[in-house]
């Protein structure tokens, strides 16, 4: 009995019979972006008409944070890499409290960045404060925190509307703050 030959596919499995191979996705050099940091993320962002370094010259003052921050009454230290600065939180509806975080990156006019690490390390934030400049004269200014760590999330949920309010009185403050100082120096 003759044998039949098989009949024609339409693709093969290597790719499609009679046509060119099927192009997989274009292959590029580039790393995969960076995945994003994990924890809760609870952040207010504020529109400051002023200079850059006008607001880093008011965030990076940490002996003058009494006079306008209300969510840090009191700091002191250095801002350096590995640096630990000492800070009392105080938190509405709560007693104030010690913090001694380090400082983990800083960029004069951009950035502070600080980690502190509560409760045996089951709790990790990392604190920020990203200034971007739009213009000569208008920044935008970040202030946020990451909480991360076995209980952070779970810790951070339940505070997180404290937590907000707070950073929004601290950016209607350090812009109030800011721009003064620029007003006073544009004369």
């Not at 105080?90 to 960045?113: D, K, M, N, S």
């Not at 209980?151 to 109030?176: C, E, H, I």
Request: glycine share 10%.
């Amino acid at each position: 009995m003759p044998i039949t030959p098989p009949p024609a596919l339409r693709a093969g499995p290597f790719g499609t019979r009679g046509g060119p191979p099927l192009d997989p996705a274009p292959r590029t050099n580039k790393p995969p972006p960076p995945k994003p940091p994990r924890g809760l993320r609870i952040e207010h962002r504020v529109g400051i008409q002023a200079p850059a370094e006008v607001i880093w010259a008011v965030i990076s003052d940490l002996a003058s944070w009494h006079e306008w921050c209300v969510l840090y009454p009191k700091a002191a230290g250095q801002i350096r890499i590995g640096g630990t600065l000492d800070i009392t939180l105080a938190l509405p509806g709560r007693p104030p409290e010690e913090i001694h975080p380090t400082v983990l990156e800083w960029v004069p006019g951009e950035q502070l960045h600080w980690r502190l690490t509560m409760l045996g390390g089951l709790v990790k934030t990392t604190r920020y404060f990203e200034i971007e400049a739009l213009a000569a004269e208008s920044c935008i200014v970040s202030n946020g925190e990451l909480i991360a760590g076995f209980l952070g999330p779970r810790l951070g949920k339940r505070m997180a509307g404290t937590l907000y309010r707070a950073f929004v009185d601290m950016d209607d403050a350090l812009k109030a703050r800011a721009e003064a100082i620029w007003q006073a120096q544009k004369g």
